[in-house]
């Protein structure tokens, strides 16, 4: 599906829920290797109609992510957004600097990642006692969204501007193509730009011939957006209008009213 520019009114950032009483933490999650891993975790007031772990763009944990995560939790959402990086960090490694960061991508490990994110699911089972859990992720965590969602753990993922293939840059063996495993995906909603260097169109037509057959996978393309048009209102590309219309089609598509 391809929406058009401008269908609604603008909006800096995903707009807030009924709920306002949520409570924010930065807590840590244990990984399978024993890895400490830093990360956020939001909670509405009452029961949580329904767990989210969040996979952050490459910058990792940062106040935009402690927002993000409040702000979803306004919904009814309990999250959970752990640290991609916490290996790296652990290890003495800068990471205040992005360019570090996109280097270090080529080291991470599919089997590693995606078993953080599952982790962080059972984590929010146990914690706040919900039922299902879904994964989102933006750029890069767009990315490991994919990859996530044929996990048969998550009941639903959203992809925003998640790479189809693994760019060059970022190819190791570690690293497997998320178009390998689209077929075995659990309900995903996808969210592309138009003008995305990192997602070609013609791998976003890829995914949606996988998909042809599933009515419970959905595509969106932003006419004349660039890569990381939604989730950071402080980004040069940033468009309040597909931003909003993202967002609303997120928060619908994972049941929020």
Do not use: N
């Amino acid at each position: 599906m391809t929406v058009s520019a401008g269908t609604l009114p603008g909006m800096a950032a995903l707009v807030e829920g009924p709920i306002t009483d949520v409570e924010v933490e930065r807590v840590t999650l244990t990984g399978e290797d024993g890895a400490v891993i830093p990360a956020i975790h939001a909670r509405p007031e009452g029961m949580p109609r329904a767990g989210l772990v969040v996979h952050p763009d490459i910058g990792g944990l940062r106040p935009l992510f402690d927002d993000i995560c409040r702000r979803l939790a306004t919904h009814g959402f309990a999250v959970f957004c752990p640290e991609p990086f916490a290996r790296h960090q652990a290890g003495g490694v800068d990471l205040s600097d992005a360019g570090t960061r996109a280097a270090l991508v080529k080291d991470l490990d599919d089997a590693v990642q995606l078993g953080d994110l599952t982790r962080a699911a059972d984590r929010l089972v146990v914690d706040d006692d919900v039922s299902e859990v879904s994964v989102l992720g933006f750029c890069m965590g767009g990315m490991y969204a994919l990859k996530a969602a044929a996990t048969d753990r998550f009941d639903r993922a959203v992809s925003f501007y998640g790479m189809v293939r693994v760019p060059k840059a970022w190819s190791a063996p570690g690293q497997r193509d998320a178009l390998d495993t689209a077929a075995e995906v659990c309900p995903t909603l996808a969210l592309f730009a138009e003008q995305d260097s990192f997602v070609p169109i013609g791998d976003v037509d890829e995914l949606r011939s996988v998909w042809a057959d599933r009515d419970d996978c959905e595509i969106v393309v932003y006419p004349g957006a660039d890569h990381g048009f939604a989730h950071d209102p402080d980004r040069p590309g940033h468009r309040s209008d597909d931003a909003a219309d993202a967002w609303r089609r997120t928060l619908g598509f994972l049941g929020a009213p």
